[in-house]
């Protein structure tokens, strides 16, 4: 029984691996529809191997059918993430010209269309990649010279030249930045620029701090002691002043007045303590000030209180903690919300007109034939032909019951009943035509010659 067992297995092998060319073409074509791609593609491969020639016509004993392995095995390689391949395998399809002669064609525009965008995609996203490290140095390079400008500001160099200019490399860099993309040499410039942008507002911060301590100290105002009533006080300055004399009397002879002239005091000097420098300002809290100065250059430009913009602006300290810098920032956003609801415009929505069912059905219809299932085709189209008579649908039908003739070894009850539609379908519309790009030579031919019956 064993030694049976084990003859039995020596015979099935060599059957089961000597599968047909035609069986392992049904098998991939079934395992691409399925979504099983890999496996799908290895068996149009073998039956690539055997007959590497497409013919929309080919015959397997009494059976004929419409090999076309390059297409499909095209459909898995696109769906296996490798579109070069896919568009291989299409071109060797076009080449030997028989997909020309199937409903496959007008399918084959849009997949390799498909194949080239994602060809983009993958391009742009491995250039973005690419660009990250320098994206990221540029955003570095312009986030230090915002926390510049805003030593600049505190230092009071916000009205030299060298700040101005520095203004105005930093918005440079800003722009670039914005505009870079994926060039990766753009992002560079950019970081360049807001370099020189920072150095240039150190430098206006620096050229501040020395001229405010080349200003002499001023000396305090010494205070004069008050008059006594009765007496006239003669001020003590260090430029003589004329003295004052007493109003005179009604007597006939004047008589003079004794004038009392305080001791001048001590002046006392005040020693100035230094002043503490800036700390350095992290970038929310560098934003957070730029945000005010936008608010308040807005309120100006709209010709309303800048109150509102100073309260907010007291609140923000340099030694705020993030929760505070929050809340001011979420309280300018909210203010500029309001004055944007000040100018919006009105937006009137047209209504938009509901899609029409019959057009849909066609659609799906189309779908199914220009995928080879004839069948649902034909069932959709009888249904959209029995709820509203169309010459679209009825010619649609006509050239699925024209392939299925094709197809068929009998063939002439499916030719009358394609006649008949297409006569129906001229019926309703004598212009129609069919693109000889989108549809089979033989299928245009036969349309013609309705046509002109």
């Known amino acids: 029984m064993k030694r ?27 395992l691409v529809r399925a979504g099983k791609y890999q496996a799908g593609a290895q068996a149009l491969q073998r039956a690539i191997d055997e007959v590497p020639q497409e013919n929309a016509t080919a015959r397997v004993r009494d059976q004929i059918f419409t090999y076309t392995p390059h297409f499909w095995l ?28 199937t409903p496959y064609y007008a399918q084959l525009r849009d997949l390799i269309g498909r194949a080239n965008s994602q060809k983009q995609r993958r391009a742009a996203s491995l250039a973005e990649h690419a660009a990250g490290p320098s994206k990221q140095q540029a955003s570095a390079a312009i986030s230090g010279a915002l926390s510049a400008q805003v030593d600049a500001v505190t230092a009071g160099g916000d009205h030299s030249d060298t700040y101005h200019a520095a203004q105005r490399k930093l918005s440079e860099a800003k722009d670039m930045n914005a505009k870079a993309g994926n060039d990766v040499a753009a992002y560079k410039r950019a970081a360049e620029i807001a ?8 430098q206006a911060a620096d050229d501040a701090k020395k001229q405010r301590a080349a200003r002499p100290v001023k000396q305090p105002p010494v205070a004069q002691p008050k008059a006594a009533p009765g007496d006239i006080v003669i001020p003590f300055d260090d430029v003589p002043q004329p003295k004052q004399s007493a109003p005179p009397q009604p007597k006939p002879v004047p008589v003079p007045v004794t004038q009392s002239v305080p001791p001048p005091k001590p002046v006392q000097t005040e020693v100035k303590k230094p002043e ?45 903690d993030a929760k505070t810098i929050r809340r001011v920032v979420d309280e300018v956003a909210a203010k500029e919300r309001e004055l944007d609801a000040r100018k919006a415009p ?4 047209a209504p938009q007109a509901a899609p029409d069912p019959t057009r849909t059905q066609l659609e799906s219809a189309y779908r199914a034939f220009a995928a080879g299932d004839l069948a649902s085709s034909d069932r959709a189209l009888t249904q959209l032909i029995a709820t509203k008579e169309t010459a ?17 070894r009998n063939a002439d009850p499916l030719l009358a009943s394609a006649t008949a539609d297409m006569q129906s379908a001229l019926r309703l519309n004598r212009a129609l035509q069919l693109d000889a790009t989108a549809w089979s030579p033989k299928l245009v031919a036969f349309f013609e010659k309705v046509k002109g019956q």
Request: hydrophobic share 50%; charged share 25%.
């Open 276 to 320: 503490a420098q800036p700390e350095t300002a992290s970038e929310d809290f560098v934003n957070a000030q730029l945000a005010i100065q936008a608010y308040r250059r807005r309120l100006i430009a709209m010709k309303l209180s800048v109150a509102d913009a100073q309260r907010i602006e007291r609140q923000l300290k340099p030694g705020s």
């Open 4 to 30: 049976a067992l084990v003859l039995l297995l020596f015979v099935a092998l060599p059957l089961a691996a000597a599968e047909k060319w035609s069986d392992a073409y049904n098998r991939g074509i079934d």
């Open 346 to 349: 009105e937006v009137v929505v």
């Open 74 to 101: 095209g459909i898995a390689r696109l769906n296996l993430g490798d579109p070069d391949a896919a568009l291989r395998e299409w071109k060797i399809s076009e080449d030997q010209g028989a997909v020309q002669n």
């Open 195 to 202: 370099e020189e942008a920072r150095a240039m507002f150190a």
């Open 392 to 408: 679209e649908a009825y010619l649609l039908r006509g050239c699925a019951r024209y392939t299925q003739a094709m197809l068929s």
